[in-house]
């Protein structure tokens, strides 16, 4: 193949050149062509390619977090079931309006049973929360260590929700502890 010869080629009669300028000739066609394919049709495929294979990685995790989730979905569904019945069992804890004088009566007796002098049993107004009220009760009594924890563990055997808050003892013969009794209700859907 000689320069002169690539000088005077004339492309729209190709045919009588040599062939090893055909070739070059060819395969620079060629090249042109497949270099455009490339710039106008594939380079863009080739970023939505990789968008799209990001996005499957994100789509292969979120479902095998589901998948696994789907997998003890079952045992999911038995611990709702006992949520559920712990949770209605501890609203049955909690008096409704009805109960609470009588619930004031236990807390008073489990105080006189555990050999304590009742100076102030106040029953305070209701403070409503979330989805329930609170009861508070302030108590003063007069008694030693083991009858102030005898009043304690009748108070928590009781069989609604009772706390003791804000215990403070002042030593003295007979000593005295103040404290506040809380008792809870259930709010009804009204209230």
């Known amino acids: 193949m000689d320069w002169n010869e690539v000088k005077n080629l004339d492309l729209s009669n190709i045919s009588t050149a040599s062939l090893p300028l ?11 062509i497949g270099f455009a394919g490339y710039w106008f049709d594939t380079k863009k495929q080739v970023v939505d390619l990789k968008g799209v294979e990001a996005r499957e990685v994100e789509l292969k995790q979120t479902f095998e977090v589901k998948q696994k989730k789907a997998a003890n979905l079952e045992l999911y569904k038995e611990q709702l079931a006992e949520m559920r019945r712990t949770f209605g069992a501890l609203l049955r804890q909690l008096p409704s309006e009805t109960e609470i004088p009588g ?60 706390t003791l808050e804000n215990v403070k003892l002042t030593p003295g013969e007979p000593m005295t502890m103040s404290a506040t009794a809380k008792t809870y209700r259930y709010l009804e859907g009204g209230e």
């Not at 055909?22 to 042109?32: F, G």
């Not at 100076?119 to 329930?132: H, I, M, S």
Request: hydrophobic share 50%; with cysteine.
């Open 22 to 32: 055909r070739v070059v000739v060819i395969v620079i066609i060629c090249a042109a």
């Open 103 to 162: 619930l004031i009566v236990d807390i008073s007796q489990t105080g006189l049973s555990a050999g304590l002098e009742i100076e102030l049993f106040k029953p305070r107004p209701e403070a409503k929360k979330d989805f329930y009220a609170e009861k508070p009760i302030e108590l003063r009594v007069k008694g030693n260590y083991h009858q102030f924890g005898e009043f304690a563990s009748g108070v928590a055997a009781l069989p609604r929700i009772v």
